[in-house]
């Protein structure tokens, strides 16, 4: 290989025979021996066969002969310089069969200098389909090109491929051999190989990735102690007396996993997931309430301060004259006095202690610290166990989320929580309608919105921060459609409006008028996508819908819905790509926070979904995890199965598997203590 076919490699990150084989093809070919006109593929070598209509020869400035072939489904146009002596021999009336690579020239497919041939117009097509690996090329090197290198150097790169699996798995599961199915997805005869190849592959990525979270989750029970705390049916009628509803069958239910999770003496790792409003932190609640009892302190993270202060006004609400001692961290508390605060927690005065998660981590100490409750609202963004000082146990964890996780994700990137999931919403809630508007039919949506505003209710009108500049963009379209609204079609409702260049205490202001029906309409920006509750508001109108990802879309329809009244969602819209087209139409079709998950998830990918690469996992190179149910779920038993015959693979057969994913994974995953 030539240094610069070398160069160009390694510029696509093949460095290695391995990275060669691993370079894997985006999409294959079907070469049919002819195709028709109509059919041709640019850029390829390819066979046609067809009528000669026309010939001409141009002798200057390059002589070179033309000829035009027809068939029932094109034309295309030959060409040979030199081809002085093809005057003789090509004519019009003739069936000709040309191979040659197609170009395209003025809208015409073209061959210049074509292998040619006469033939009976009843002769057959010739070949057989030819199945081609197409690969991911630059500009430097080709699909053809890599293809060649590929096709040179697989038997060498096949000669250091070893099997990882026992003959009896693969069997059972349907799978080729691992040296057969890397050259099988390179040059697979049939496009049926291809696909098994590239399934065999795909399962030794995803089947590494379980082995190591099974591992790595083994050795965190072994590693860790959590506080086993103690649960009765005493305390439960104590901890429900609490609230002044009957927790849904599904809170409940919820309650109870996660107390029989804290009776053990390793540490929970609990995902509760659920529609906002479905009463994830009235969960929660008593499950630091449980800790609580077991003379055990509990802590709230919230990504937010506005959120750390609501979830301490409702817990302090739901606690009015108990003798459970609660704080709140924020900024404001670590100007004043924050040493007091500190010192009562480290000494275990203060039972619950509700704060950000970057003000609460920083440096706080516990003095026995039992639960940590971390709220991702919709962020999702939960990596690993925060780190917080504690001079007990290592604290159970349960982390609240209102964007469920879908379940491909469930059994890869979150594999190491178990999962809780409310569906049921209290009961008394109404649904939402969501209706989507084009910009044309904005009257329509209005005339929706006053006609709640008529019957009593209130509105929120939410308004894009627009593009690069935020903090000034974002502040002008709320108040220039506040104004625009006063003075036009609300001019005879009280308009009030909220964002996040507000203070605080402005914010507050505004929250409360609105509360107080002081206001009817709140024209806002997304900071009114968490945490605001006005059951009387029960139309919300977006602009520019298609600007909001889809979760977030959904989490600003939850700001509705939540009286005893029906509720609106309207969307204005005029969308400029197919992306937004969908995410407005998913809006339309579900109201379930999990298909919304779920489509998320499809349109943006992992990466997009989270915000942030996570744990540490591998990023795989076949998988599109979101699509592999399936063999997430086949690898997910088949790794258990694996480490429950062998829970240190040390058998023979193991031992390139053992390398690989030590290879992987690091001494993180320590097997030799695993067992
Ligand atoms: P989430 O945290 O899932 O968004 P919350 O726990 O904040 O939900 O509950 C949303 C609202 O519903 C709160 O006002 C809460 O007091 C109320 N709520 C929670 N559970 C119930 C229930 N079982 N019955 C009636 N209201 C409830
Ligand atoms: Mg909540």
């Known amino acids: 290989m030539g240094a610069g076919r070398g160069k160009a490699l390694r510029e696509l990150g093949v460095g290695t025979l391995g990275d060669l084989l691993e370079y894997f093809p985006r999409t294959?070919?079907?070469?049919?021996?002819?195709?028709?006109?109509?059919?041709?593929?640019?850029?390829?070598?390819?066979?046609?066969?067809?009528?000669?209509?026309?010939?001409?020869?141009?002798?200057?400035?390059?002589?070179?002969?033309?000829?035009?072939?027809?068939?029932?489904?094109?034309?295309?146009s030959l060409a040979w310089f030199n081809g002085a002596f093809l005057r003789t021999r090509i004519h019009p009336g003739q069936i000709l069969r040309v191979q040659g690579k197609v170009g395209y020239f003025r809208g015409l497919a073209q061959m210049v200098q074509a292998k040619w041939e006469v033939i009976q117009p009843d002769a057959p097509l010739v070949g057989e389909d030819l199945v081609r690996a197409i690969y991911p090329a630059s500009g430097k090197l080709k699909s053809l090109a890599i293809w060649k290198i590929v096709d040179a150097n697989i038997e060498a790169a096949l000669a250091g491929v070893q099997e990882w699996f026992p003959p009896e798995l693969l069997k059972s599961r349907g799978l080729p051999g691992r040296r057969e199915a890397y050259r099988a997805i390179h040059q697979p005869t049939t496009l049926t190989e291809a696909a098994s190849a590239r399934r065999r592959l795909v399962y030794d990525e995803l089947m590494l990735m379980q082995l190591a979270l099974c591992l790595s989750r083994k050795l965190r029970d072994i590693?860790?102690?959590?506080?086993?705390?103690?649960?009765?049916?005493?305390?439960?009628?104590?901890?429900l007396a609490r609230f002044p509803f009957h927790l849904t069958e599904a809170q409940q239910m919820a309650a109870w996993q996660i107390l029989r999770d804290m009776q053990q003496s390793h540490p929970m790792n609990r995902l509760l997931q659920g529609d906002v409003g479905c009463g994830k932190t009235v969960v929660a609640l008593y499950a630091m309430l449980a800790a609580v009892a077991n003379r055990y302190q509990a802590v709230v993270l919230a990504p937010t301060e506005t959120l750390a202060e609501q979830h301490y006004l409702t817990i302090s609400n739901f606690l009015a004259g108990s003798s459970v001692s609660i704080e709140l961290f924020t900024q404001r508390t670590k100007k004043e006095g924050r040493g007091g605060l500190q010192r009562h927690l480290a000494a275990g005065d203060i039972h619950i202690a509700i704060g950000t998660q970057a003000l609460i981590q920083e440096d706080m100490q516990f003095a026995n610290l039992g639960l940590v409750v971390v709220d991702e609202q919709h962020k999702l963004g939960v990596g690993q166990r925060g780190i917080l000082k504690n001079k007990g146990l290592s604290p159970h964890y349960l982390v609240m989320t209102a964007t469920p996780i879908p379940r491909t994700l469930a059994l890869s990137y979150f594999a190491h929580f178990d999962i809780?999931?409310?569906?049921?919403?209290?009961?008394?809630?109404?649904?939402?309608?969501?209706?989507?508007?084009?910009?044309?039919?904005?009257?329509?949506?209005?005339?929706?919105?006053?006609?709640?505003?008529?019957?009593?209710?209130?509105a929120y009108i939410v308004v894009p921060q627009v593009d690069e500049d935020i903090a000034d963009q974002g502040v002008k379209s709320v108040s220039a459609e506040c104004d625009r609204l006063k003075r036009g079609v609300l001019a005879d409702w009280r308009v009030g409006m909220i964002h996040g260049q507000m203070k605080t205490q402005e914010k507050q202001a505004a929250m409360l008028a609105f509360r107080r029906h002081e206001v009817d309409v709140l024209v806002a920006t997304t900071v009114i996508e968490v945490g605001i509750d006005v059951p009387n508001a029960t139309v919300m109108l977006i602009e520019n819908a298609d600007r909001f990802g889809l979760s977030q879309l959904h989490q600003l329809r939850g700001r509705v819905g939540r009286g005893e009244h029906a509720s609106l969602c309207l969307l204005l819209s005029d969308p400029t790509s197919e992306d937004a087209t969908e995410r407005l139409t998913v809006m339309t079709q579900t109201a379930s926070g999990f298909d919304i998950a779920e489509a998320d998830l499809k349109l943006r990918g992992p990466g997009e979904f989270f915000g942030m690469r996570q744990h540490g996992l591998p990023e795989f190179k076949l998988a599109d995890i979101t699509g592999e149910l399936e063999l997430l779920k086949l690898t997910r038993q088949d790794a258990e199965a694996m480490l429950q015959n062998d829970p240190q693979l040390r058998r023979l057969s193991l031992m390139a598997l053992r390398r690989e994913l030590l290879a992987q994974f690091g001494e993180s995953l320590a097997l030799p203590q695993i067992g």
């Open 28 to 76: 294959y070919q079907v070469e049919r021996s002819e195709r028709p006109i109509a059919q041709l593929v640019p850029h390829q070598i390819q066979i046609a066969r067809g009528e000669v209509t026309a010939v001409d020869y141009i002798p200057y400035p390059r002589p070179r002969f033309e000829a035009t072939l027809r068939d029932p489904t094109g034309i295309l």
């Open 223 to 239: 590693d860790t102690q959590a506080p086993a705390l103690k649960f009765d049916r005493t305390l439960d009628q104590r901890i």
């Open 420 to 458: 809780t999931t409310i569906t049921q919403l209290p009961s008394g809630r109404q649904p939402i309608k969501t209706t989507w508007f084009r910009e044309t039919q904005r009257a329509e949506a209005v005339m929706l919105l006053k006609r709640e505003l008529q019957a009593g209710r209130q």
